[in-house]
């Protein structure tokens, strides 16, 4: 059964790169039926969808911090990361790592969730 | 626009029948997908590509969607379902949306 556990640092300081990294386990993260994204959800909020990344490189981002958001994939060590820069108090948020199933015409859902990291931003 | 609309909460008591809708314009041609999220835990997939079920989540789960409104019904309706559910779908450009959520309350 799929695992996803995601690691990083959970308090940061305004200005400063949130860094997350999502283990993947008991599924190939190399799998062509998959993608694998990051959505937030702050404090009392809904979800959004923060980036997609699949194995073979290609990224999608939410326009709305396309400019401060990079993923990666390390298939070695079934892993895939986060990054985004200069954070602010509205960055506060529960960060979730997902796995997207390209499902029927294309369509692509989130069908497994970690368990999400709360990430508190603050001076 | 690129939206979904859902109501922001439902209230029922225990045995009723609990609908909570998404209104979206891009539903009449995109599946409509729900997500039951309880209190401090991680969304959990109940209905995926407008009427299917995922295995594991009980038949008192159903989907549908006509036009511009996809609806998630939960026939007799438990305490154990009370919950946010959100609504997913795509945009115009295929990313990922999600509608602002409904809170389910069962009592």
């Known amino acids: 059964h799929l695992q996803l556990l995601e690691s990083g640092p959970g308090l940061l300081k305004p200005s400063e790169t949130l860094s997350l990294t999502c283990t993947v386990s008991?599924?190939?993260?190399?799998?062509?039926?998959?993608?694998w994204g990051w959505v937030r959800q702050p404090p009392g909020k809904g979800l959004e969808w923060i980036a997609t990344?699949?194995?073979?490189?290609?990224?999608y981002s939410n326009p709305s911090l396309k400019s401060r958001v990079t993923m990666s994939v390390d298939m070695s060590n079934q892993q895939f990361s986060l990054r985004l820069t200069s954070v602010t108090a509205a960055d506060t948020a529960t960060y979730y790592c997902?796995?997207?199933?390209?499902?029927?015409?294309?369509?692509?859902?989130?069908?497994?969730w970690g368990q999400g990291m709360l990430v508190t931003v603050s001076s | 626009s690129d939206e979904l609309t859902q109501p922001p909460s439902v209230s029922v008591s225990p045995g009723q029948t609990a609908r909570i809708t998404c209104s979206g314009d891009?539903?009449?041609?995109?599946?409509a997908y729900w997500y039951q999220q309880k209190s401090g835990q991680a969304p959990v997939l109940v209905i995926f590509?407008?009427?299917k079920r995922p295995s594991g989540i009980p038949e008192r789960f159903s989907g549908s969607s006509a036009g511009t409104v996809a609806t998630l019904t939960i026939n007799g309706a438990q305490v154990d379902d009370e919950a946010d559910y959100f609504c997913?779908?795509?945009?115009?450009?295929?990313?990922?949306?999600f509608g602002g959520g409904t809170k389910l309350t069962v009592l």
């Open positions: 008991d599924v190939s993260i190399s799998s062509k039926s998959y993608f």
């Open positions: 891009s539903l009449p041609r995109k599946y």
């Open positions: 997902a796995r997207l199933y390209d499902g029927l015409g294309g369509f692509k859902y989130f069908d497994d």
């Open positions: 590509e407008d009427r």
């Open positions: 990344i699949h194995y073979s490189g290609n990224t």
């Open positions: 997913y779908s795509t945009d115009s450009n295929t990313n990922p949306l």
